[in-house]
């Protein structure tokens, strides 16, 4: 190979290298002269963005909670919904409270600041005591209102029909600032 050859081959694998980096945003060229400040704000309008929330649940006897980073768009409050509920079903299963797969199905809102969840199961463990159950459930509702304070009750459904529970009613909706201060007051 001639020197001519190389320098041509090594331009090549130069400029090929820097458009892979640049295509894949692990090189960032900025130009003062270009204003792109008019650009990036009208491409925010009506995108997710990130937010912190927090996770809550019931671990060990104590309520716990995690802050968790996750996508959110004000402009469409089912879909970030959906954001905040996968990433609670996510943390749960890696504290293994529970060990079996569920999947978010739908969120929808009404017009009563009530949210309707649908899962493709049960959420709940035949074997749990009605309390593990009740504090399980009031993890999620804390969650949920601690993000939304404008949503104030929660309908549980699996494949678009009321969740099944021998113990628990789930046919009305369940109030997102909990029930449980109530009972632990009357069983002290």
């Not at 963005?49 to 968790?68: A, L």
């Not at 969840?117 to 749990?128: C, K, P």
């Amino acid at each position: 190979m001639t020197i001519k050859k190389i320098i041509i081959l090594i331009g090549c694998l130069v400029a090929g290298a820097l458009f892979f980096f640049f295509q894949q945003d692990l090189l960032i060229v900025h130009f003062g002269w270009l204003n792109t400040n008019q650009t990036i704000k009208s491409e925010k309008i009506g995108q997710f963005c990130k937010r912190q929330v927090s996770i809550i649940f019931w671990k060990d006897t104590t309520w716990r909670s995690q802050s968790e980073s996750i996508l959110w768009k004000d402009s469409d409050l089912a879909e970030s919904l959906k954001h905040l509920i996968n990433a609670w079903i996510m943390h749960i299963q890696e504290e293994k409270l529970i060990d079996y797969a569920v999947c978010l199905r739908h969120v929808a809102l009404s017009t009563t600041n009530q949210v309707i969840i649908s899962f493709n199961r049960s959420l709940l463990q035949d074997e749990w005591s009605i309390r593990q159950k009740m504090y399980f459930m009031e993890g999620l509702l804390k969650t949920i209102g601690k993000a939304v304070s404008s949503i104030q009750e929660v309908l549980f459904l699996v494949d678009e029909h009321y969740l099944e529970d021998d113990r628990l009613d789930f046919s009305v909706p369940w109030r997102v600032d909990g029930f449980l201060e109530e009972i632990n007051s009357l069983n002290p």
